[in-house]
């Protein structure tokens, strides 16, 4: 799929407002009948502009398509590097496991060990995701430090 090169922060700005339209997703599967996404099938529909039908039946097939998108993994790294935890790392790869990471954030209130702890809200979720935006945007205009 060749797709033009959108900036990591456009990407994170375009899937807040499409979780703010459409709703966040934290069922099974990456996606509802009814149209709500989880975090990172938001991401790949800001980077495609489409949700495709696997995302609402077939989760490995799914997972396949977002991670060989490289800029929807660029802005789903960059939201799992602003989250107050850690990502855990795959058995199989041995690398950080970033979707892993951003799906239990919205769905487990895990990230502190508080009995109490709830999931962030949507709004939550947007602001998470804007503070990504930001930071991305931050980091790709700096110059290069060799520049001058």
């Not at 496991?97 to 939550?124: F, L, R």
Request: glycine share 6%; hydrophobic share 40%.
């Amino acid at each position: 799929m060749n797709l033009p090169r959108t900036s990591t922060g456009t990407i994170l700005r375009t899937t807040a407002h499409i979780l703010n339209y459409y709703g966040l997703h934290t069922g099974a599967q990456f996606a509802s009948a009814e149209g709500r996404l989880d975090i990172c099938a938001a991401i790949f529909r800001a980077v495609t502009g489409r949700t495709p039908n696997c995302f609402l039946t077939d989760e490995d097939t799914a997972l396949l398509q977002i991670q060989v998108c490289e800029p929807a993994m660029d802005a789903i790294r960059m939201l799992s590097a602003v989250l107050p935890t850690l990502p855990p790392t795959d058995p199989g790869t041995g690398t950080d496991d970033h979707i892993e990471h951003i799906c239990h954030w919205v769905t487990k209130p895990v990230w502190t060990g508080n009995a109490d702890d709830q999931p962030p809200t949507t709004p939550e979720v947007i602001g998470a995701i804007l503070r990504a935006a930001q930071a991305a945007d931050t980091f790709t205009a700096a110059p290069h430090r060799n520049a001058a």
